[in-house]
């Protein structure tokens, strides 16, 4: 039902209204608003845009917060509007889940077919029979079976472990499907049919890159709107031309048998346990304050982005990490005054 609302979307004539360039003019903040406003500003927000049913209901850029040495290695100047150029971490995840889909359509990728289809074999430390059994969609899942040093440690398919080390596999991946290079496809596929101009690909500090996945992606608040838009109105970029299938969003967002909170590379709202990035496993679903539809893509830091297809809705968050652990739960019960 969640996979089949995203990709449902809504109507394409409607797409041009809800452009992060576009919309009504932004009337005076009522008190809900100031209190939304207040929290985010005081939570380490550089980037917070909200933008419902057609409408910018709010679009705010702040400065670095003072005195986090980690956020410089995370920004790259700032954009003619005045938006700081961040590195989103782990929100890449989504983007290019993106072109999984996009290649996907294009017939360039079975994600069925074992990873070594697309790549090298001895792409992990598991043994040839063990690795020929990880297949693209238990990677895009998180369950490949592999720990986060490419390890074996249970059967591929079987255990969702949030593990970035080996999500990186995906670039390679894609781009050996394509036989093109990541930036160019991204290009050609994604930003540019959408219209982000501000996304691109750069290498990663070493600090940053020893994780195990050497290149961010770096963009703004607007760009990440229009890729949220682009998903909200199914698929559809704003000026009408379709970027990815309804079936393959649709399937992008279908619940992991592993992680009912998370899907292809997207996190999931609505389900009855979630487990985290840290293996934490808890009942309820990921953000209770927040509409059940709603899907995200998750950055370290904070970085957000929310798209719920029942609310005509689309949120970003940029910034370095919010103060408040629980810092999703208190936004959305301050933004749901708002929107709701």
């Known amino acids: 039902m969640l996979a089949a609302t995203v990709a449902s979307g809504m109507t394409v004539a409607s797409a041009a209204q809800h452009s992060p360039d576009a919309g009504a003019a ?15 500003r005081g939570q380490n927000t550089t980037g917070f845009l909200v933008i419902q049913g057609g409408k910018v209901l ?7 917060p003072a005195g986090d040495p980690a956020f410089a290695n995370f920004t790259y ?12 971490a782990s929100q890449q995840k989504s ?36 690795e020929a ?25 079987t ?16 781009a050996a499907a394509a036989r093109a290079p990541l930036g160019a496809i991204t290009r050609d596929w994604l930003t540019g049919p959408v219209g982000m101009t501000d996304t691109a690909w750069r290498n990663r500090p070493a600090a940053l890159a020893s994780v195990g996945n050497d290149t961010g992606l770096v963009t703004s608040p ?3 709107a229009k890729f949220g838009l682009m998903i909200l109105h199914g698929g559809v970029a704003e000026n009408g031309k379709r970027v990815v299938s309804r079936r393959s969003l649709a399937a992008m967002f279908a619940r992991s048998p592993t992680n009912p909170a998370y899907g292809r590379l997207w996190w999931l709202n609505g389900s009855a346990y979630t487990i985290g990035a840290h293996a934490d496993r808890r009942k309820g679903p990921l953000v209770s304050a927040a509409p059940a539809d709603m899907v995200a893509a998750l950055g370290a830091f904070d970085r957000q982005l929310y798209i719920v297809p029942s609310r005509r809705l689309v949120v970003v968050r940029t910034g370095a990490a919010a103060s408040d652990k629980d810092f999703s739960q208190q936004l959305w019960l301050r933004l749901m005054k708002v929107v709701g």
Do not use: C, H
């Not at 679009?59 to 670095?64: D, F, H, S």
């Not at 290019?96 to 792409?123: E, F, R």
């Not at 080996?166 to 390679?172: G, L, M, P």
């Open 159 to 174: 255990r969702f472990l949030y593990n970035t080390q080996v999500y990186a596999i995906t670039k390679r991946i894609v």
């Open 77 to 88: 100047g700032r954009t003619s509007d005045g938006a700081l150029l961040e590195d989103v």
């Open 133 to 157: 059994k990880i297949r693209v969609v238990d990677v895009l899942t998180m369950s490949s079976g592999l720990d986060r040093k490419f390890g074996y440690a249970v059967p591929a398919g």
């Open 222 to 224: 607007r760009d990440i």
């Open 95 to 130: 983007f290019v889940s993106v072109l999984i889909a996009i290649a996907i359509d294009k017939g360039l990728i079975d994600v069925d077919k074992p990873v070594s289809d697309y790549i090298s074999t001895s792409w992990s430390r598991a043994t040839p029979e063990q």
């Open 26 to 40: 932004i009337s005076a903040p009522s008190a809900m608003m100031t209190q939304l406003l207040d929290y985010v």
């Open 58 to 64: 709010v679009e705010k850029n702040w400065p670095v």
